[in-house]
Structure formats: structure tokens, C-alpha cells
């Protein structure tokens, strides 16, 4: 044994909210005196943020944590948490399936990783999976970036949409305050950061929970007013948010996106499928003609907004005439980038009990076709790029090639262009786009300070 710091290692899966809380987990184990090891091998702790949307999802996880498990045999002092959805879906099963665990630790509970540590430091095997009022966070979160941040401003989603598990692990709506967002993004700013992507499930719903209407009857803090509230923050320059909801997406916030110049024209907006009796099997809400109105309305405001969406084929009797259907509205629609998926089915949720499933080859074979899709359409939304000069937010350097740096337009599309990062980092750069790919840009500054 060394008297070495403690080093942890933490891997993410799954979605931003994800990354969001590792970030705040991280911030935690280093107030704790633990330093970051880049690999799991070489960490006293080591803690897997799961995710359980699919079966693929979960399933990567039980691979990495066999290999941490057997680890322990030769190393007990190494401390082994799975935290996020799979820890919430699965709880006291996981000790059974892993008996080498320590803690077992669900979303609402990774604010509180330092008191359930100094549990686990007791003695104890830990598993806190029981639904709670999520605490404000108190220390510094480790951010990936120091130039873009996530921001969560509601936790959880209170729609059961008969395929998605979230509702399930991440528990009922929570929406931050106002006040708590302004004050994270405040400092967000004083630490150098341009620009924030405020996150939440169901975006939409945010407010929902909080005291307070309008003489109209509206809620007192909406999506649209939190937007207003924190645009002044000087250093931000950026805002984003995600994800929005079809059945919630209101003119007024469009309205709002359109007038205020630091939240980009980029709108995430899952339609999950084409068709409006599969909208309807899985209680989306809304129909495709709704869709389709939403997507014009964001582009009379904002006729060059990128559009981003995610959808679902194959889900449980889908006819292939259905399926055209969802195919149908990519076409009409132009998005900039879909994040599409073969319907998994999930434990706990509705359409996973139905006996209408589909073959995996189906479903591999639709996946195949809308995927085929989506990229010949990103490289026809990028054409509209080539020549134009775009703002682009320097985020690092690209991997790739040393010589140049990337960042993204307000639109989100990355940008490759020559330059230093020492020198540009978090600077927002005007760049010609000379050269174009379905889902990057290449350019060149026309900035004078670069020579
Ligand atoms: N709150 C967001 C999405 C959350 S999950 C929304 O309402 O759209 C992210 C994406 O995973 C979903 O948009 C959906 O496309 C996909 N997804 C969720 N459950 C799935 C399942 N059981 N099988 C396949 N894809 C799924
Ligand atoms: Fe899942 Fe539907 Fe909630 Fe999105 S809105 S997280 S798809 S239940
Ligand atoms: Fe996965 Fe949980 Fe996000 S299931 S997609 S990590 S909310």
C-alpha cells in the first residue's frame, strides 16, 4: 500500500443529463482530496454512470464492471459504484448480479456522493435508489470543456411515453430555481465559460412545478421566462436547451429564440415517428401534422434554424407502410442531424409487455434505410453552408490535426479551421466554410489577429 492520492476514474454512458451529473460527481471526489486517473485500471475508485434507454446500453455496462470486479479480488481497497439509470433500474438485483459492489446509487442521489461514501468508508454496502428531493449541488463540478457547460434545470419527466424507460429512473419532474440557475451560470461565467446548454428531459415542463401563476393562469416560471432571465449574464454568449417536447413547444418560445441574440438557432425536437397511430400507441400526444407546424414556425421566425430530431423505428407493429411514413417526414422535413434507433424493448414499460414485436432483421433493415436517409440529408443541409461565413465558438484543438481547431456554429454544426488554441480558445471566430461533410464543415479565419 502507498500513501499515493486516491484516484478515481469515471466512466459515462447514456445522455447529456448523464455527463451532467458525472461532472458534479467528479467535482465532489476531488473536493474529497481524490485526483482524476485516466484510466479505471489505475483508480482506487471507480464509478460507472450507466444508462438504460436500450438493452445494448445496459448490457456494455455488465462488460466493463465483470473486468472491475475481478480487479477487486486482488485489490479490495478499490472502491466500486454504479450510479445513474441502470443503478436505479436494477438497485438491490445489482449486489446479487455483483456482489463486489459498494454503492448502487441512482440519478436523484448523485448530488449526495459524498455522504453516501463516507457510508460505504464505514463498512457499508450501499444502495440509494429511493426517490428524493434532489439537493442543490454545493461544490464545483469538474467540466469536460472549459468553454461550453450543461446546465440542468429540470430533473426527471412526468410523461410515459410507453417505450422510454426515464420516467422510470429519473423520477418525477424537478424543476431548479430560477435563481439557482442564474447563480451556477453566473459563476460559469466568471470561470471563463461562453457557452451553456440548459438541460432537461422535457424542457418544455420546465416551471411546471413551481409556485406561482400569472393573473392569466400561466405558470410563473416557463422555459421562455427562464431565458429571459439569464440572457444578461455577461461572458455567457451562448445559450442552448434541450430537449424539447412537440406537445409543449410553444410560439412564444420560438418568438423568444428569435429575439434574443445569444440563444442559437438550433432546436432539438424528437418526433420518434411518422406516423400518428404509432405517435399515438406510444402517448406522444401530438400528430405528425403538429410536427410538421412546429418545424414551419421555428423557420418563419428562423428560416436558417438547424433542426435536429430523434426517432424510433421498428417500434412494436409497425407496418412497413408506417415506417414510410417516418421516412416520409425526414424527407419533407430537411433535418439537420436525426438520432435515430431500433425500438428496444425495456422492463418496466408498457410496449415491451405488447406480442406485436418485431423481428430484430426489421428493424435492423429500417434502421438501415432511415439512417441511409439522414446522411444524404445532413449533406444537403451542409451544402447551404459552403461559402458562407459562419460564427464559430472555439472549443480545442482538433484530434485530429494539431494545426487546426474546432468549434461549433450557432446552428451546432462542427467547424475545422487552422489556428492555435492557445490563442483562440473560447473566442468566437468568423470563418469562411470552404469545405463541407454531412455532419462537419471545414473553413478559414478571417480574422487579421491569427498571423
Ligand atoms: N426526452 C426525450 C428523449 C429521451 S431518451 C424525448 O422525449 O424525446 C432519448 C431517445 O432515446 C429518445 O428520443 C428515443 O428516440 C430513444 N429511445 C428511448 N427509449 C427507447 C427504446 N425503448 N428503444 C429505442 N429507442 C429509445
Ligand atoms: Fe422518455 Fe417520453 Fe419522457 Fe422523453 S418525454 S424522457 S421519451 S417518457
Ligand atoms: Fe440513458 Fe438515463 Fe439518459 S437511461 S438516455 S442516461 S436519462
Not at 500513501?3 to 445522455?15: K, L, M, Q, S, V
Not at 418563419?300 to 421498428?314: C, F
Amino acid at each position: 500500500m502507498t500513501t499515493a492520492a486516491r484516484r478515481y476514474h469515471i466512466t459515462t454512458f447514456g445522455c447529456q443529463m448523464n455527463k451532467a451529473d458525472s461532472e458534479r460527481m467528479s467535482g465532489i471526489l476531488e473536493s474529497m482530496g481524490f485526483e482524476w486517473s485516466e484510466s479505471p485500471d489505475d483508480a482506487n475508485l471507480v464509478l460507472y454512470n450507466t444508462c438504460t434507454i436500450r438493452d445494448n446500453a445496459e448490457q456494455k455496462v455488465y462488460s466493463y464492471l465483470g473486468r472491475q470486479a475481478r480487479r477487486k479480488h486482488e485489490q479490495p481497497d478499490l472502491t466500486l459504484i454504479v450510479a445513474g439509470c441502470v443503478a436505479q433500474q436494477e438497485g438491490e438485483s445489482l449486489l446479487r448480479r455483483v456482489p463486489e459492489l459498494d454503492l448502487v446509487m441512482g440519478p436523484q442521489h448523485a448530488n449526495r456522493l459524498q455522504d453516501l461514501l463516507e457510508q460505504v468508508f464505514n463498512g457499508s454496502q450501499v444502495v440509494a435508489t429511493e426517490p428524493i428531493h434532489i439537493v442543490e449541488d454545493i461544490t464545483k463540478p469538474r467540466r469536460d470543456s472549459d468553454v461550453t457547460a450543461w446546465v440542468n434545470v429540470i430533473y426527471g419527466c412526468n410523461e410515459r411515453c410507453t417505450y422510454c424507460v426515464v420516467p422510470n429512473v429519473r423520477g418525477v419532474e424537478q424543476s431548479r430555481s430560477p435563481q439557482a440557475i442564474r447563480t451556477e451560470m453566473e459563476e460559469l461565467a466568471q470561470q471563463g465559460f461562453k457557452e451553456v446548454t440548459l438541460l432537461g428531459q422535457n424542457i418544455d415542463a420546465y416551471g411546471r412545478d413551481l409556485p406561482g401563476t400569472t393573473p392569466e393562469g400561466r405558470h410563473l416560471h416557463t422555459l421562455t421566462d427562464l431565458l429571459y432571465f439569464v440572457h444578461d449574464i455577461p461572458g455567457i454568449e451562448r445559450l442552448r436547451f434541450a430537449t424539447s417536447h412537440p406537445r409543449y413547444f410553444t410560439e412564444r418560445l420560438i418568438r423568444a429564440c428569435a429575439e434574443l441574440p445569444k440563444v442559437c438557432e438550433h432546436f432539438h425536437v424528437p418526433f420518434q415517428s411518422g406516423d400518428n397511430d404509432i405517435l399515438k400507441a406510444m402517448s406522444r400526444g401530438y400528430t405528425h401534422e403538429r410536427y410538421r407546424r412546429i418545424i414551419d414556425l421555428i423557420r418563419s421566425y428562423m428560416p436558417d434554424a438547424s433542426i435536429s430530431a430523434d426517432a424510433i423505428v421498428g417500434f412494436p407493429g409497425e407496418t412497413d407502410a408506417q415506417f414510410e411514413k417516418t421516412l416520409k417526414l425526414v424527407e419533407d422535413i430537411g433535418f439537420d442531424q436525426v438520432n435515430t434507433a431500433a425500438y428496444s424493448p425495456r422492463p418496466g414499460t408498457p410496449a415491451a409487455l405488447w406480442d406485436n414485436q418485431l423481428s430484430e432483421e426489421v428493424k435492423r433493415d429500417r434502421l438501415q434505410q432511415l439512417n441511409h436517409l439522414v446522411s444524404v440529408q445532413a449533406s444537403e443541409r451542409s451544402q447551404r453552408y459552403l461559402g458562407r461565413v459562419e460564427e464559430v465558438l472555439v472549443e480545442a484543438q482538433n484530434t485530429k490535426d494539431p494545426t487546426q481547431v474546432m468549434g461549433r456554429t450557432r446552428g451546432n454544426r462542427l467547424t475545422f479551421f487552422p489556428g492555435s488554441i492557445d490563442d483562440l480558445k473560447g473566442q468566437v471566430v468568423s470563418v469562411k466554410i470552404t469545405e463541407i461533410r454531412a455532419f462537419s464543415l471545414t473553413g478559414t479565419p478571417l480574422i487579421p489577429a491569427l498571423r
